[in-house]
């Protein structure tokens, strides 16, 4: 019933840009925050950017500048736009949904970005 579907990954040169999209369902989208993470091989996953219900965000240090998450409450997706991509960024990106009242947290599948020369 709920579905995370992720898009947009593949692979790019340093300095390129990719935009990654999650489409959401089986929930009320708009009373949630979502959020990407990445996991860089041999790392741990960590958050990359949030965005409340009504559009607050809050990046990593680490993409701060360079990463714009947004989201279109209407289609029920939110979106990565990576600029100024480097090889670090090299990871999946998974999209992620919660909401402070509740326990729940829903996971997309991951999409793979590889940043290479």
């Known amino acids: 019933q709920v579905q995370l579907v992720e898009s947009g990954g593949g692979l790019v040169q340093p300095g390129g840009s990719l935009r990654l999209s999650c489409a959401a369902s089986?929930?009320?989208?708009?009373?949630?925050?979502m959020a990407w993470y990445r996991q860089a091989p041999g790392k741990q996953r960590e958050l990359v950017a949030t965005?409340?219900?009504?559009?607050?965000?809050n990046y990593a240090d680490s993409v701060k500048g360079r990463f714009t998450i947004s989201r279109d409450n209407a289609k029920n997706t939110v979106y990565l736009q990576m600029n100024s991509l480097k090889p670090e960024d090299t990871a999946v990106y998974y999209c992620?949904?919660?909401?402070?009242?509740?326990?729940?947290?829903?996971w997309g599948q991951g999409t793979q970005v590889t940043v290479s020369s």
């Open positions: 992620k949904a919660s909401i402070v009242t509740s326990d729940l947290v829903y």
């Open positions: 089986g929930f009320t989208f708009s009373l949630y925050v």
């Open positions: 965005i409340t219900g009504g559009g607050s965000t």
